[in-house]
C-alpha cells in the first residue's frame, strides 16, 4: 500500500501528510542459480541489520524474515516520495529438486546482501551386478 502511495505522490507532487505509516509484509528481491558445484540464494536486505535477519528451513523451502525500520523524527511527517519498504518482511524460497548438502549452507551477509550457498552434491552412480 506504502509502494502505491509513494508513486501517486511521485506523479501528482502534492506531498502526502501521515501520523502513522502502517506497512504489510514485504519480500525482499532475490536471484537463485545454480553452478556446477553450488546453489546460490542472494537477497537483498539493504538496511537491516545482521543480527535482526533470522533463517529457518525446512526438507521443501528456506525462510528468510525480520523487520527493517528506518529512524525517522518524531513528528509530522510529510512525504513528499515513499519507494523504501519497511516493517515485517519474509520471503520463502522453496528448496531445489537438485540435490544439495542442506545441512550446511555457508551463509554471508555484505553491504546489504545476504548469500546463502549450498554445495551440490556429486552424483554417484553405482555399478549394479549382473547374476
Known amino acids: 500500500m506504502l509502494k502505491i502511495l509513494g508513486e501517486v ?3 501528482t507532487n502534492h506531498p502526502v501528510h501521515m501520523d502513522e505509516g502502517m506497512d504489510e509484509i514485504w519480500h525482499p528481491h532475490c536471484d537463485i542459480y545454480e553452478t556446477n558445484d553450488e546453489y546460490r ?3 537483498e536486505l539493504a538496511g537491516v541489520g545482521k543480527n535482526t ?3 529457518t528451513a525446512t526438507n521443501d523451502y528456506l525462510r528468510i524474515s525480520g523487520t527493517r525500520s528506518i529512524p525517522t523524527p518524531n ?3 510529510c512525504y513528499h516520495n515513499m519507494e523504501i519498504e519497511t516493517g515485517q518482511y519474509e520471503r520463502l524460497i522453496p528448496m531445489p529438486a537438485t540435490p544439495i548438502e542442506s545441512e550446511s549452507p555457508k551463509v554471508t ?3 546489504g546482501m ?3 550457498v549450498y554445495k551440490i552434491k556429486p552424483i554417484v552412480e553405482k555399478i549394479i551386478h549382473i547374476d
Do not use: A, G, K, P
Open 9 to 11: 505522490t511521485s506523479l
Open 41 to 43: 540464494i542472494i537477497v
Open 53 to 55: 535477519i533470522n533463517i
Open 75 to 77: 513528528c509530522s511527517i
Open 109 to 111: 551477509y555484505e553491504n
Open 114 to 116: 545476504l548469500i546463502i
